[in-house]
């Protein structure tokens, strides 16, 4: 069980927002397979006041999409507030304020990971979110900038006086973006200084790095982004591995085209025929990871362009694929 304010979840592990991929159909197969709290991708609070068309799109939900966050970007108090006015209206259960995001567009400007430099102003900026809303805030941080300043242990404690109810960790600086490997002991140093709950963030692509997260943090959950992608069965063999202690098989091939193919359409009904099978091609290539034989038809996904086309490869793929050695994506 985990409690973030008043929300609580039967299973400590939530599906990380990833922009351009967490979109409501995105989400929602991940809710087929025991997600509960889902995040919608980084929202720049100007492009919410500024009501940008495509912003409202992006934060689209329904209300089977539930629980749901939503991650504001920013660093001017003025928007930051008037964004949660505009998104009021959609009773997200969660409003996460984003510290953690390396790209140098956002940190130019002193968003994102910008505001580790600034621990004292994220403070103020939290404590501003936490008294204009009844939402439980919480906020994601980075270990720190780069490997000489690794301060997500302060940055951490001002956030917890601010008020907020949970704080997420990505255990990587912005220095290192996503690579390099994830640094458990900055975590754990967070999760032992607060009194709320972290949930530990990198590299759990299976059940037993969701253990490892755990054991080597003791964070009272995790969150799962890269992990996710194609692969929307680790929430179910997760919650098998922690209730039963064995991960369960893999599902078999036509499982995996079906729900490409559910995948798909959903898309298409979310965004419309001609952005979705263009957008879907990563998905293909995400979901058919480790098959053999797969190979020739990734070359022709590239060159799909209509609904009907994708379909057509999804439907080679379940006639054509096999398992490899490497397929096992719960290992
Ligand atoms: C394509 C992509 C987009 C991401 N977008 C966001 C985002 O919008 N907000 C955020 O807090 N983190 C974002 N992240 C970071 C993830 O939520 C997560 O913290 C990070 O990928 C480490 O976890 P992983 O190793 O399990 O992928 C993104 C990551 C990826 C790969």
Not at 89 to 109: G, H, L, M, R, W
Not at 184 to 207: M, T, W
Not at 231 to 260: C, H, R, S
Request: with cysteine; proline share 5%.
């Amino acid at each position: 069980m985990l409690k973030i304010g008043s929300l609580t979840l039967d299973l400590p592990f939530i599906l990380a927002p990833m922009a351009g991929i967490t979109d409501l159909p995105f989400r929602m197969i991940c809710r087929r397979y025991g997600c509960e709290l889902a995040f919608v991708e980084m929202t720049s609070a100007k492009a919410l006041v500024y009501e940008n068309r495509k912003t409202e799109k992006m934060i689209a939900t329904r209300p089977d999409d539930r629980p749901l966050g939503l991650q504001l970007l920013g660093t001017d108090q003025e928007f930051i507030l008037k964004a949660l006015d505009i998104i009021h209206k959609y009773e997200y259960d969660i409003i996460d304020f984003n510290a953690a995001c390396p790209v140098t567009k956002v940190t130019s400007k002193g968003e994102g990971s910008g505001m580790m430099k600034e621990p004292r102003k994220l403070g103020r900026l939290l404590k501003a979110i936490v008294d204009h809303t009844d939402t439980p805030v919480t906020v994601k941080i980075r270990a720190g900038w780069d490997e000489r300043s690794v301060n997500a242990r302060e940055v951490a404690l001002y956030a917890q006086d601010a008020g907020i109810k949970g704080l997420f960790i990505h255990g990587r600086t912005r220095e290192q973006g996503y690579s390099g490997s994830v640094d458990y002991q900055v975590i754990r140093e967070v999760k032992e200084a607060l009194d709320i709950p972290v949930i530990g963030s990198g590299d759990v692509f299976s059940p037993l790095h969701l253990r490892k997260m755990f054991d080597e943090t003791g964070c009272d959950g995790v969150a799962i982004a890269r992990g996710a992608l194609g692969n929307p069965w680790i929430f179910i063999e997760t919650a098998e591995y922690l209730k039963k202690g064995i991960v369960p098989q893999m599902p078999e091939i036509p499982e995996v085209a079906d729900i490409m193919a559910a995948h798909l359409r959903a898309s298409v009904e979310c965004h419309g025929p001609v952005v979705a099978p263009v957008a879907f091609r990563k998905l293909f290539v995400w979901y058919t990871k480790g098959f053999r034989d797969v190979k020739p038809l990734k070359d022709r996904v590239f060159r799909a362009k209509t609904e009907d086309e994708m379909l057509a490869l999804i439907n080679e793929f379940r006639e054509n694929a096999s398992y490899s050695q490497k397929s096992c994506i719960c290992q």
